[in-house]
């Protein structure tokens, strides 16, 4: 039995240069926090966001500006933008216009089916996806009186929705069923999983701040991940949303799903650890955070026994009484002063770097 099951196969659609479901990787994707009129610090972010590994971008549309803003904004970018719409019809048919490459919308909020008809063909002739959002905390009133705010309330929901776009002919379609605790968001995806094909965008909604929020999502994500259900997972955190790519790369990266990046290791300290191992650990996650080279680094409070718990790291330091230790697969390369230990580290991962990217040329 694997601990990862195979993952259940969906329907390929495209969001810009990226392939969402079928046997596509799971993308990574985030939201910005800045007025998306704001041009210049919606792009700053996104640049940011593209650093970090982002590999899809949601803005926010709640007037014409932003979404006229979207024309400039893509010319700026490197990655798919799509445009988060709540019930104005005309904003997803001008954010289409300006050049989104993917719409967020849930028809039941947009209104009369010739408004729904008139975004739907709009997608269409420009060639893009729709996602439908749905949200346990505006669910339709019909269902919410009969059903309740339950996971089959949600599914009921998204299937409804899926059925108005699909009678209207749009089958480029993604669904999310999101709630704030993790136990319905579960439920709600795992039951949806089964009753259609559509591409599953995967996340738990206003999981709060930095760490209620990693915790919901990486057990949540992590949970229906592992299950083989999953093509696209955002981390919603309150927080930068730098700090979301972050952690949806460290969640993939668990299950060994996809990779990007350093894996960081490091010990919890004890009465042993004689250097300031927290703010080292956060000095190097800090100067790493755009590295894309597969690297496994050690970042150790002892030189005892630091090598010997870190020896399947490609490189390591382990800190002493003003000293510090290097180390290659736990075998000690060379003594460092401790106030040294940082720079040494970085240092080999840039050579790390540099070999791997010169041997990848080679190959």
Known sequence: MTFIKERQKTRKISVGNIFVGGEEPVAIQSMTNTYTQDITA?????????????????????????????????????????????????????????????????????????????????????????????????????????????????????????????????????????????????????????RTDVPLHVGVTEAGGLYAGITKSAIGIGMLLAEGIGDTIRVSLTRDPVEEIRVGWEILRSLKIRKRGPEIISCPTCGRCKINLFDIARTVEDALLNCTTDIKVAIMGCVVNGPGEAREADIGIAGGDGMGILFKKGEVVKKVNQDRLVEVLLQEVRQYESEQSHNKNIN
């Open 42 to 194: 919606t792009v700053d972010q996104i640049a940011a966001l593209t650093r970090a590994g982002c590999e899809i971008v949601r803005v926010a549309v709640p007037d014409m500006d932003a979404a006229l803003a979207i024309k400039e904004i893509k010319k700026q970018i490197e990655i798919p933008l799509i445009a988060d719409i709540h019930f104005d019809y005309k904003l997803a048919i001008a954010s289409a216009h300006a050049g989104a490459d993917g719409l967020r919308i849930n028809p039941g909020n947009i209104g009369a089916t010739h408004k729904i008809k008139a975004v739907a063909d709009c997608a269409k002739s420009h060639g893009i996806p729709i996602r439908v959002g749905v949200n346990a905390g505006s669910l339709e009133k019909e269902i919410l009186a009969t059903m309740g705010p339950t996971p089959g309330a949600m599914v009921e929901s998204a299937l409804r929705n899926i059925a108005i776009l699909e009678d209207l002919g749009f089958y480029d379609i993604k669904i999310s069923l999101k709630a704030s605790d993790v136990e319905r968001t579960v439920e709600a995806y795992r039951l949806i999983s089964k």
